[in-house]
């Protein structure tokens, strides 16, 4: 062999061990999903050492999605073969789920669970995170001590004082006749926290902390089933837990059977009876006022070890930070201003551009779409990502054209809970008019709107209106201000203009605004009848103010009372962040005594509770998929000709499926080369399947006046964004989930041929002289094509959809998949590196093709 292949391979060979194995995984497709069966046992040791079962279940556990996890992302944790719970809480979640028996406790920690692993590697019941201390440690009477009798346990840990060596200080020592345990938390930065009261836990554990607990006692149904969905979080949630892309962690499933006892003598003799103890309630019953359970087969003593050797670990990992580019690339970002609907698939895509130098540092700034693309207009951002024609800035424009870089769109998230904590709705039904009364806050929500002149009559919220119960029935029917109005954006956005155009082409809906009362009798609030639609910017016109009896309300009634409910903010990742938490945005709560220490404040309004929550919000699809919200099907029609919107047969609901966004692209139709498509509203609500959220977004650039490099590094996004771009996945430079791919042929052909046609455009910087005609869509914009992805999403198997777009890129896909082990604490030597990365890759292509040829000689 030549020393030039001898050098090319040493390229190679420096690539794979630089990048692929310690930086780089490049399955950035593969999601992950877990499934591991265990035989999990509650035992029982007799006064002369024999053991005998007392319970054995074979439980099975599965994981949705494991791999590339963002932080504040839910996973779907199911179960089967476990005891069934008894005594359910009305909140599993933190120490809230700690009154009821035989859950599943669900935690995230630090560590896995691999022997061959340091100790300082491996997960612990000290390295898994709870959000209160007495889901860690306790002090009991000795006779109620059931963890001292753990026959698993080792003797340090069955003596009166246990989990630590000694009693730290600012812990109290047990009485004579008490007994202490300990779990203490090891925070990553290698402090231990005692975990013996409020002061002494992590401060992410703080009361009232920034998030609500993630840990859960989930609950087990009578025929061992259960499922939840499980929040994860990375280092910029909690950093005292510390899992982040460089620091393994996992999920952990303690099925409790109770704990296992051996014969206590002694002064531990009346501790056989609670330690034995089978439970309080049956099983599927429900504990909602909270009594008493007995211990040992509660999830108080999930860290004692028979409960503890019963778990079932579950590997993740963690993607790039959003910071990783801010860390590891000191070089200007290129900044493409534009709509939220990108961030989701930006978050993926910036490592994929800032950790390689042969590549330009992309950075998304959120802007409104008009404000974007004047900004585009104007040469003061190269790009603009708009989801629909914007108005020109004049003569000097540059000549801009649109290319389809995504197709995702909006969603009605929400979260709602069946009555009788039977769980939540998975199945919500709106339609336009329901939308239209939410948005005009028709609903007067509470006493104090009741006495809004036009509202007097009308259903205090959603789920007291006869129209919402016929679509969703089961749900109950106590009036809520939050359940009164829909959380939406305060900025100018497409989306807004897209939810607008929804309520415009339905004639219901459009007939409630102009004044006319619904079938049940409730009619639009007289601030918004007649209002023109649709609008970019949803107004807030309302101006009533309630007569206030309370002195802290009195002394904030400054403000409309229904503004004040429906308080719209400036980003969809805080109303997915809100419906996440079950946490309003409504500013309705006041505090303080009426002192000059402690003077009324009206501010946001009480986190609601498991069991009782009622919250919409409209949210992009890229956040409502990560952070696994459930999603509202909206309501369309199959008009027989001759018929109307209000024709009772051929109504149908249709949720934001990748089926659902490829029969809406469908419709879409171009009436000249680099014109962004038009989506129809009405073409989309007739056209069977098609989901009305579904937006496309281009990216907008001049095709006139821009430098040579500007332009070609607009063309090279372009290209790079429409074909390694859209390969679904949750790896560095790949598709999330909540967007549907454009792929070279099929549905969104058209797409991917207008996006080559607009790259070429800009980097030519041809103005205004292409006059090519559009692609032919007589046939549908996806034509005859045979794409894999679409022909699946035709028939709605979402599932059949996600590998399919591995091979419609062929030889332009360049995979960098998830950065697993960059993070901070590498900037120091992260440039050297990075650098080296650049002269390998020079090596890498060469190699790659003398390889090739050689196999082709054989």
């Known amino acids: ?33 877990f499934s591991q069966k265990k035989t999990v046992t509650r035992e029982n040791v007799d006064a002369f050492g024999n053991a005998s079962t007392v319970d054995s279940q074979d439980v099975t556990l ?49 560590g896995r669970d691999d022997s061959s692993l340091s100790a300082g590697k491996r997960l612990s019941p000290e390295t898994c995170w709870t959000s209160s201390r007495q889901q860690r440690s306790q002090v009991a009477d000795t006779s109620a001590a059931v963890w001292r009798l753990d026959p698993f346990a080792t003797e340090a840990d069955r003596g009166q004082v246990s989990g630590v060596s000694k009693v730290p200080a600012g812990c109290s020592s047990p009485g004579a006749d008490s007994s202490l345990h300990l779990t203490p938390f090891k925070a990553a930065n290698g402090k231990v926290y005692p975990a013996c009261s409020n002061d002494t836990m992590p401060p992410e554990a703080a009361i009232d902390g920034a998030f609500p607990p993630a840990e859960q006692a989930a609950y087990t149904g009578v025929d061992g089933k259960g499922e939840t969905s499980f929040e994860v979080r990375s280092s910029i949630e909690n950093e005292s837990l510390g899992c982040n892309e460089s620091t393994p962690c996992s999920i952990v499933a303690v099925p409790i059977m109770g704990t296992s006892c051996a014969r206590g003598t002694g002064d531990l003799a009346d501790t056989n009876g609670p330690c034995r103890a089978k439970g309080q309630f049956a099983p599927g019953s429900s504990n909602f006022s909270g009594l008493g359970v007995d211990d040992a ?25 959003p910071n990783v580019c801010n860390v590891l690339d000191s070089r200007a970002p290129v900044g493409f201003y534009g709509t939220e609907l990108m961030s989701q698939a930006a978050l993926q895509w910036a490592p994929a551009y800032c950790l390689r130098k042969d590549r330009f540092r992309f950075q998304h700034n959120v802007q409104p779409d008009q404000a974007s693309f004047t900004l585009m207009e104007q040469k003061e951002a190269p790009g603009a990502f708009v989801s629909g024609a914007q108005e020109d800035a004049g003569e000097d424009n540059g000549s801009p054209e649109y290319a389809p870089t995504a197709v995702t769109g909006f969603a009605v998230s929400y979260v709602m809970d069946r009555p ?57 029917s106590i009036a809520r201000e939050a359940a009164a109005v829909i959380m939406s954006l305060s900025e ?7 939810i607008s155009q929804y309520i415009a082409t339905d004639p219901e809906a459009s007939a409630f605004i102009a004044g006319k009362a619904d079938p049940w009798g409730m009619t639009v609030n007289p601030s918004y009848k007649d209002i023109s639609l649709p609008v970019s910017e949803w107004p807030l016109l309302d101006e009533f103010i309630p007569v206030m009896k309370d002195d802290c309300l009195k002394a904030n009634n400054d403000t409309p009372y229904l503004p004040r409910l429906a308080a719209p903010v400036t980003s969809f990742r805080k109303i997915a962040e809100a419906v996440l938490d079950a946490w309003p945005l409504a500013q309705t709560r006041c505090t303080g005594i009426g002192t000059d220490l402690s003077p009324y404040v009206l501010g946001r309004s009480e986190r609601q509770g498991v069991g009782a929550r009622m919250l919409l919000g409209v949210t992009t699809l890229g956040d409502a998929e990560r952070f696994g919200l459930r999603t509202a099907s909206l309501q369309t029609s199959q008009i027989p000709p001759g018929g109307t919107f209000s024709s009772a047969a051929g109504r149908t609901f249709v949720g934001p499926t990748r089926a659902g966004m490829a029969a809406a692209v469908k419709t879409a139709e171009q009436a000249k080369r680099g014109a962004p498509f038009t989506l129809d509203m009405e073409k989309v609500r007739r056209s069977k399947g098609a989901y009305p959220g579904t937006l496309i977004v281009y990216t907008a650039a001049r095709t006139a006046g821009l430098e040579k490099s ?24 790949f598709l999330p989930s909540g967007y549907l791919p454009i792929t ?13 046609q607009v790259a070429a455009d800009i980097e030519g910087q041809v103005g205004e002289t292409a006059t090519q005609a559009p692609a032919d869509t007589s046939a549908g914009i996806g034509g005859p094509g045979t794409d894999a992805l679409t022909d699946a999403a035709a028939t709605g198997d979402d599932a059949a959809t996600d590998d399919a777009p591995k091979q419609a890129t062929s030889d332009q896909l360049e995979s960098l998949g998830s950065t697993a082990s960059l993070t901070s604490t590498l900037a120091a030597w992260a440039l050297p590196l990075l650098v080296l990365l650049g002269l390998a890759a020079g090596l890498a292509g060469p190699a790659m093709r003398v390889l090739a040829a050689r196999r082709r000689l054989r």
């Not at 100018?492 to 897209?498: G, L, P, T, Y």
């Open 492 to 498: 100018s956005s497409d989306v807004v203009k897209a």
């Open 420 to 476: 009788d904590n039977a769980g939540e709705d998975s199945d919500l039904k709106l339609n336009a008019r329901l939308i239209a009364k939410l948005l005009t806050q028709s609903y007067p929500a509470s006493a104090f709107g009741k006495d809004h002149p036009g509202l007097g009559d009308n259903p205090l919220s959603i789920n007291q209106d006869p129209e919402f119960k016929a679509l969703n029935p089961g749900l109950d």
């Open 62 to 110: 599965e994981v949705d999605h494991t791999k590339n996890l963002q932080g504040r992302e839910r996973v779907q944790v199911s179960w089967s073969g476990a005891r069934a719970s008894a005594g359910r809480a009305t909140n599993p979640y933190g120490e809230n789920g700690l009154a009821q028996e035989y859950p599943m406790v669900i935690l995230q920690c630090r």
């Open 710 to 733: 500007t332009a070609r590094t607009v063309a090279g996004f372009v290209r790079t964004a429409t074909t390694e771009g859209q390969r679904p996945g949750s790896g560095n430079g």
């Open 744 to 756: 070279r042929a099929g549905t969104t052909a058209a797409l991917f041929t207008s996006a080559q």
């Open 297 to 321: 087969v509660s999830p108080l003593y999930w860290w004692a070890e028979s409960n503890w050797r019963n778990r079932i670990s579950v590997p993740i990992t963690f993607g790039a930070s």
């Open 1 to 33: 062999m030549s020393r030039r292949r001898i050098a090319l391979l040493l390229g190679v060979l420096v690539v794979a061990t630089f990048v692929t194995s310690s930086t780089v995984t490049a399955a950035g497709d593969d999601v992950g999903a």
